[in-house]
């Protein structure tokens, strides 16, 4: 076996070096063949894609967040290649909702041995950008913005701006085009979802799936005390989340039209202002490496 581990070295504030040594010797230890790729954020897609034709691997393993899951995600789009996950950054959305072990070395154990490969489905935006866990436009977009440029991190960073956000809150007015219909709603945020909660295991919709060809939209149109404390009971307890604060689209494409430009961040990165959102579903884009514990296999 030629498996290539595609790393983000400063994903999550976490040190990847004791994992890589362990990886390592794993795969010297059985006799599997292996490369390893840092991230460096200059080149990255060429130059793994330099090493994906001349490697030929059998298996990737994406060590990482939610973001280098994508960006393994886009490089393997349309490829033989499975990929697994080895949740190894701040937000592991993706890896929760797909029943990853949690502790890296046996999700790496997992990929190793499994013969289970299925579809993952990607959604295109746009034309050019693509997510495989959760968009958004509205509060926390402008959120993840502002928390995005602040040198601190940490909660009390992210509850400052949290706070801020809920002072300035403004519904603005959506346009969305699906299933033959055209939905208008005034909204404080509207979730593209291809999965159902975020990485902080608070859930956006119950219906969501990555494998099932469809992607969920969801207008969130009040958010307040009650609400705030049935999204932070959610995460423990699905029977707290809200379904009577929004609208709920299941659908394969979708148009998304605002009054005015507004800030889109997909899986946690920001994209830009936009005023007119297509999205369009590729169903099983990836060949993902998982096992009969994922709940979404058929």
Known sequence: MKLLFIINPISGG?????????????????????????TTGKNDESNLNAVLLNFKPDKVASVGGDG??????????????PMGIIPLGSANGMAVELSVNPHPLKALDDLIMSNVVAGLDMLEINEKYYSMHIGDVGINANLVNAYSKDKNRGMATYAKYFIEELSELKPFKITIKANGETYLQDGLMVGICNSRKYGTGIPLNMTGNPMDGKFEIVVVTQINLNSLIKAGLSKFDENFHDNQSGTLISTKEAEILFDQPRLLQLDGEIIGEFER?????????????????NPYLF
């Open 277 to 293: 959102i297509k999205i369009n579903t590729l169903e099983g884009a990836v060949r993902l490496i998982t096992h009969h514990d």
């Open 68 to 81: 280098t899951t994508l960006f393994s995600a886009i490089a393997l789009m349309g490829s033989a290649i």
């Open 14 to 38: 976490i040190d990847k070096n004791p994992f890589i040594r362990k990886a390592v010797a794993k795969c010297e230890k059985y006799g599997i063949r292996y490369e390893l790729f840092k």
